[in-house]
């Protein structure tokens, strides 16, 4: 068992605080709001994730968990230490300012510390800002990794808890064997590389995933004004067996086909910053990295696609009552940052509609133009006498919906399906009027 020390409360933070805590650690999550501290010494999760509320309770009640704003002895009681800071851009490259600020903070109670320490980078930053940023605000001696992290919101406890892989980053031998002791009951491959390599596996394993997806995207706009429907390119694609080979009469269909799908763009905390600092980068290192350039172009604009369709149906969206299902960058997490759903409210705004949003968890940031939305209790407020409908998040709640739901409640039964989650026949057939990313209505 290890006694480690956790700076940020964040997503990040607290999903790794406790699912090491439940790997037989000891943990101590240091954050900045002593109401979210006391939250948690409660056993209550400050953000909607699966699973997260029970689990911080469960290992509360087990005294493997605590949290606490006292940085200093937080870390001064522990063996390890590890950054999970945000990393925001700023200008379109990353800002290591919190990352320096808790490494300073860090350095100052280690340099009285006898006992071995090692800290650990979990934040995702650009390649060498451990060993060049990190390493030199810190007393000499002291153990260094760092650490990606790859869990997805919205399965971050079940991502945390079993890994499908472990990568450590380690400034000598010594590092990485103490440091991987926190994860000694987890069985997945766990890859030692050096500092640079795990800061570029993070970054290229983003990068990846958000290319698929703008990759997609292109495609459903070249179906779309070819007057095919994308989802029967994707339905018939995905059955190559490059992609889903089939073994032993089963068609095994990895993970990433999920992100060759056609839909609004992808938002969240990580791929659009990560895409954005990566680019800075590697054109500081004198590569121009078109391909991420081209994912980003392609990414900024996906949201208006559904605008579009929108306005090929109503003409003027002046005065006109739109409902939108869904602000959460996707569904089962109330994270709203960098969400489709705020650049497409945002825009429904500023051509003058009148906006009808709900979402069954998350809530919409503070802000002139959000203060201009009407927000919904239910989907079907959302839905009353509205003249159409943009489904942007694929809440469960909301793949349940009938086209009898939209007709029997709005005004003009228009519905954009962004996340091509409706069966298009079914709901043409009933009399709505269907589109969604990559298919358009051709009546
Ligand atoms: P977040 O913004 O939700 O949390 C960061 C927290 O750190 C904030 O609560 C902030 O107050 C706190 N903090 C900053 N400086 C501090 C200090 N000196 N002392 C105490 N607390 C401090 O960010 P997040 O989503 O948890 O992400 C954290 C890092 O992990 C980022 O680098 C991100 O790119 C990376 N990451 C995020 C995800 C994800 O899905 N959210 C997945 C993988 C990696």
């Known amino acids: 068992m290890k006694k480690i020390s956790i700076i940020g409360t964040g997503y990040v933070g607290l999903v790794t605080g406790v699912s090491l805590a439940a790997l037989g650690n000891s943990v101590v999550c240091v954050g900045r709001q002593e109401s979210k501290a006391k939250d948690i010494n409660h056993g209550k999760s400050p953000y909607y994730e699966p699973g997260l509320d029970s689990l911080i309770k469960d290992m509360v009640k087990k005294k493997r968990l605590t949290a606490t704003t006292d940085f200093d002895m937080a870390v001064a009681n522990s063996d390890i230490t590890i950054l999970a800071v945000g990393t925001p851009t700023i200008n379109n490259k990353i800002d290591l300012t919190a990352i320096k600020e808790a490494t300073r903070q860090i350095a100052n109670v280690l340099k009285n510390k006898k006992i071995y320490h090692v800290v650990a980078v979990k934040s995702t930053v650009v390649p060498g800002a451990t060993e060049n940023i990190v390493k030199p605000l810190l007393p000499s001696g002291v153990g260094l990794c760092m650490n990606p992290e790859f869990l ?215 802000g002139t133009i959000f203060k201009q939305v009407t927000v919904a209790p239910s989907v079907s407020k959302a839905l009353e006498k509205a003249d159409g409908v943009i489904v942007v998040t694929s809440w469960q709640d909301y793949k349940k919906l009938t086209p009898d739901d939209f007709k029997s409640k709005m005004k003009q039964a228009i519905v954009v399906d962004a996340r091509r989650i409706y069966d298009k026949n079914t709901f043409v057939k009933a009399g709505i009027r269907y589109s969604g990313i990559g298919y358009e209505n051709e009546n």
């Open 152 to 366: 997805r919101e919205g399965n971050a406890v079940e991502d945390a808890l079993h890994p499908d892989r472990i990568v450590i980053g380690q400034l000598n031998e010594k590092s990485g064997r103490v440091f991987s002791e926190i994860y000694k009951k987890n069985t997945c491959p766990k890859i030692f590389t050096s500092l640079k390599t795990a800061e570029l596996i993070k970054y290229t394993s983003n990068a990846l995933f958000a290319a698929l997806i703008s990759f997609s995207n292109e495609i459903a706009r070249i179906s779309q004004k070819t007057g095919v429907d994308v989802v029967n390119v994707w339905d018939a694609v995905h059955l190559d067996n490059r992609l889903a080979p089939v073994v032993n009469g089963k068609r095994i269909r990895p993970g990433f086909i999920s992100y060759l799908y056609s839909g609004p763009g992808f938002g969240g905390s990580c791929f659009p910053k990560d895409t954005k600092a990566f680019r800075a980068y590697a054109q500081s290192i004198g590569e121009n990295a078109q391909v991420i350039d081209s994912v980003i172009k392609i990414n900024d604009s996906q949201p208006l696609q559904t605008i579009a369709l929108l306005q090929k149906e109503l003409k003027s969206l002046k005065g006109k009552k739109i409902a939108v299902l869904g602000f959460s960058f996707k569904p089962d997490t109330d994270d709203i940052r960098e969400s489709p759903a705020l650049t497409i409210i945002s825009e429904l705004i500023r051509l003058k509609a009148h906006v009808i949003a709900h979402d069954p968890v998350a809530k919409l940031p503070d």
